[in-house]
């Protein structure tokens, strides 16, 4: 059985930064594409940034050159710089098999920001 599990939300001022991590057990983690998505209020969930087992990544357009995915070991993280109140959303860490596509979910961390 696969579990994921984020941490490192919280509440942060406009312009901040934080980390996610999304710890991985149960399974042969390097055959996995992990994926960050988030879910704000009153809005569907959406795409922030994808990484594939060999390191390649791709972001969404909100993300791109305030966020950096990377992976190691059974750890996938999302460093998030100059944080905007947009950006607050519940992040779920996503893991879905190469080779059968079955997929996984977190069971979310809250990123506030605010002043």
């Known amino acids: 059985q696969v579990q994921l599990v984020e941490s490192g939300g919280g509440l942060v001022q406009p312009g901040g930064s934080l980390r996610l991590s999304c710890a991985a057990s149960g399974t042969i983690f390097s055959i996995y594409t992990m994926a960050w998505y988030r879910q704000g209020p009153g809005k569907q969930r959406e795409l922030v940034a994808l990484?594939?087992?060999?390191?390649g990544t791709t972001y969404a357009d909100a993300a791109k050159g305030r966020f950096t995915a990377s992976r190691n070991k059974n750890t996938v993280y999302l460093q998030m710089n100059s944080l905007k109140p947009e950006d607050t959303a519940v992040y779920y860490c996503h893991a879905q098999h190469m080779i059968s596509q079955y997929a996984y979910w977190g069971q979310g961390t809250q990123v506030t920001v605010s002043s």
């Open positions: 990484i594939t087992p060999g390191g």
